[in-house]
Every structure is written in C-alpha cells, then in structure tokens.
C-alpha cells in the first residue's frame, strides 16, 4: 500500500484547493472501510465501481477484498489523484477513470460492461448541482445488476430522500470511529 502520510497530505493539499469536491480534509479511516466493505459478499462480486477514490484508501482495500479476475472501475474527477491512484496501484484489474460518476452509462459502454455488482460512493452529494446528483443516482441504478448494491458513505444524512426517491428502501448504518463519523446508507437495485 502507498504510505498513508503521502496519502493524507495530498489529499489535504487537494481538499484546500478544492473543499466542495471532498467531503473530508483527511482520507476515510480503517473503521469506515471494514464497516463499509463488510456490506459485500466478495465471492460473488465481479465488477465495482467506486466513485471518487481520492487517494486510494477505499480502492486499496477493495483490491484486496475483489477475485483475481474481478475488476474494479475507479471514477475521480480530481486530475491530481487520477494522476497519483496510476502511479500508485499498477493492479490489472483496476481502471482508472478521468472524469464524473454521472457519465458512468458511457464509461461502461468504453469498457464493455454490462452491468455493476456493486458500486461504492463516497462523493460528497450535498455540494453537487441538482441534475448532476440526480443523474449520478439515476445512472447508477441503469448501470446496477437486479439485485445490485449502491454503498454511500457520507458526514451527514442530507443524501437520504435524494437515494429513496432512486432506490426506495434504504438501510442505514453509522461508524462513529471515523473523523468525521460517517452514515453508510445501502440500497439495492429492485
């Protein structure tokens, strides 16, 4: 794994430039990740998507959860952490995108997916556009296999109509142990 404190200066230096994009000035702990990814049954997950990975944290821990004939799209409008998560993580099974998570229907047809296991958010949706949320949420469900899982983790829970208004039925968890603490909301494709 890349060293953590290259990870949260970046991500520090990042948030300063740019505090609407990030939800944190520091990456989510090992509390968040293991609560979050225990959502997910491993052994059945052929494609993730995870949107805005920062500085790999999440992806880190993703990649050594997936199959070795998984793989894992990774959406980051952030050209620095774009940048950085290529030189960081060479896995083969790990795609970088350049770009926003609500033109994930194209990213799939470049990559010629058919549909997502699971997708793993961690955008901070309160500070988004209304139609880009809205499409962000309504692409992802396009995208989601039946019975495919949407996994959000935010600092408060202002997401929440916007995912039942998508998703309907909408679990909800809490990790206090993260800086921020942080809700995990969990929805599934109907």
Known sequence: MPSRLHQTLLFAKTFFKHPAMLGSLIPSSSYLSNHLLQQIDWREVRVVVEYGPGVGTLTWEILKRM?????????????????????????PRLRIVHGSAADIGKVFEQLELDSADCIISGIPYTTLDREVRDRILRESWRVLRPNGAFLVYQFTGAVLPYLRQVFGRVHQEYEPRNILPARIFYCVRS
């Open 67 to 91: 199959r070795p004939e998984a793989t894992l799209v990774a959406i980051e409008t952030q050209p620095d952490f774009v940048t950085y998560l290529r030189e960081a993580f060479p896995d």
